[in-house]
Structures are given as C-alpha cells and as structure tokens.
C-alpha cells in the first residue's frame, strides 16, 4: 500500500532507478501558496555532500502540476522528480546473492522475480526525495509548528564534534554506521490525536517506520523512563494552559497532544550496502558465497535522513490538524 492519510492522503510512485520518482498529495486546502523555489532549502538538506555520503548526484528538481497561480485549488497535487543518474547494472547480481539486512529477498519473494530491486527499488533511500517533498506541502498546511532536527549520536559517538570522523572511518573501512535522530516540533497545538488506533503516536510512529533504514523510535523520555519511578518522571502541570515543568511525555498524553513541545528520537540503523566483503546465499549455486557490493551508498544515511524525518512528522501532523478542524 503506497497510500498514507485520511485528509491529508500522500501516495508514492517510481523506484531509486526507474524514470522518475512522484508523489501525489491530496486533500490539502485550496489557496495555498507554493512554488519550486519553496522547496529548495529541505531538498538541499537531504542532498549528499558530506563526509562518507553517496557519490549518486540528481538535481532533485520538483515538477509540479496541480497549482493556479501558484496556489492549491484544493485537487491533488504531484510532484515529479526525474531520476537522470542510474546504473541498474550495479544491482544486477543481487537477483542471485541477495544483500545482507537489504530488502532485495524479501521484495522479490513478495512481488515477484520481475521485481526491480535496481538501488534498492522502493526499499532505496531514494524513495525519501518524495516524502521531503511532501512534507514541504505538509508544513505549508501547519505553519504553527516548528520543526529542530538533530542528530544525537552517531556509530554511538554523541560528540557532534567527532561525527565526521565515525563516518569517515567506516567509509575508510568500506563499513557503516548507524545513528540517532532527534525530532522537537514546538508551537504545538492542543488536542491533535484521535486514540485508540489513530493516537498522535501512533500515526507519526507509522510514517517514520516507513523511511529506509529506521529501526526504533521512542517519545519524551522513552526507553530511559522505563528506569525511573513515577515521583521523578510525572510531568507537573504548571499553568493554565497546560505548560508543564518537564516534558517525558513528549507532549503527548494519553495519545493526544498537550501543547508542549513534540519530542521523539529514531534509531536509524547502519547502511546494508557496504563494500567490507560479506558472505550470502546464492540461489543460482545453493551455496553460501563471498559478496561485495559495488555501487554508490552512504556510510551513514542517519545524517541526511534527519529531513526526511522532519517530513513525515509534518505529514502526520498535517493530516491530524486537517481531521481535528474538520471533525
């Protein structure tokens, strides 16, 4: 199921080496200003050009149909972004030698062997070009909230100072490393959430889980809260308005929003596709074999996922806002 939301409905299409990779979004209001040049800021910030990053460069220019004098007419809206540097020949030999903690077997055995697992296919970090793009529109729909993004550890250094150096040993090493990313939306609204099934946590739970290569995910205080006794975790309430002296819940009780700050932190795990010999199955021999994978591939996608996952929280808190306001 390619297709997210219930007012705010994003659906993908295309694959890390197809022609093009698109997004359709519906459901959003009509009148709202957008256009290219309004995307350009969180585009860049996904791009590769840091330490240990991909060698894939794509201009990531977002086509758009759907707007009238630049602004939404409340029909679904498409972005398009054309995929102009492929090399399908890179991938030809995991039909046979699946990679490692990759999705090229269980992708094959779900759709079949016509499957295109070129770059990952929908498994491929490329995918998150479009959902970049689609919280771009989605923070257009909640201009109340801001979002700070940071990365909090990296192959577990927490030092931001030697972030570099843990990624640039690894792609040294042809390895990677994993990495934690922190989300914190202030200027939050009251009530966003509709508990049991659809709880604030679930559905941006739900859109973080479908970024490549997360793992976990943990609000407020998380796993550590689980170590403390109630005395000295419970958030006192302060004022009128809700505000509260400490924030481990996240900013959301009971499944919806309090107001205070949304807080939450994803584990992204260490790139699959790394050039330090491996071994795996060969299903063209029936023996277990030597693999290196060849390519283009981060050796820490954690860094340049930190957007994407400010995008999907957009998202998810964009289609809550638009069920809240029209419930």
């Not at 201009?143 to 792609?171: H, K, N, Y």
């Amino acid at each position: 199921m390619n297709t997210f939301g219930r007012q705010l409905r994003v659906t993908l299409r295309g694959g890390s080496h197809t022609a093009e990779i698109a997004v359709v979004v519906e459901g959003i209001p009509a009148g709202v200003a957008l256009d290219e040049g309004m995307f350009a800021a969180d585009l860049d910030r996904r791009r590769p050009r840091t330490v240990g990053t991909t060698a894939r460069r794509e201009s990531d220019f977002p086509h758009i149909a759907g707007l009238c004098d630049g602004r939404t007419t409340g029909e679904a809206l498409e972005i398009v972004f054309r995929n102009e540097n492929i090399r399908r020949s890179d991938y030809s030999r995991f039909a046979d030698c699946p990679r490692p903690s990759h999705a090229d077997l269980t992708q094959r055995r779900k759709y079949g062997d016509c499957c295109d697992i070129s770059g990952g296919g929908q498994a491929s970090g490329r995918m998150t070009v479009a959902l970049v793009a689609a919280g771009v529109v989605a923070k257009r729909i909640v201009p109340w909230a801001c979002f700070s993004t940071r990365l909090v550890s990296v192959g577990g250094q927490t030092d931001p100072m030697l972030f570099d150096d843990e990624i640039a040993a690894a792609a040294a090493a042809g390895d990677s490393v994993g990495g934690v990313v922190e989300c914190r939306v202030s200027g939050m609204r009251v009530s966003l959430g509709e508990p049991f099934f659809d709880s604030a946590e679930s559905m941006i739970s739900h859109l973080v889980f479908s970024v490549p290569g997360v793992k976990g995910i943990e609000f407020g205080d998380g796993f550590e809260g689980a170590r403390k006794h109630g005395s000295e975790r419970n958030d006192a309430i302060v004022d009128a308005g809700g505000r509260t002296a400490t924030n481990n819940e996240g900013g959301i009780n009971g499944g919806i929003t309090n107001g205070n700050d949304v807080v939450f932190r994803v584990a992204v795990k260490p790139t699959a596709s790394i050039s330090r010999e491996q071994v795996t199955y060969d299903f063209s021999t029936g023996r277990m074999e030597r693999l290196v994978v060849g390519g283009r591939h981060d050796a820490c996608i954690a860094r340049r996922a930190m957007v994407v996952i400010e995008a999907v929280a957009a998202i998810a808190l964009a289609d809550m806002y638009l069920v809240e306001s029209r419930s």
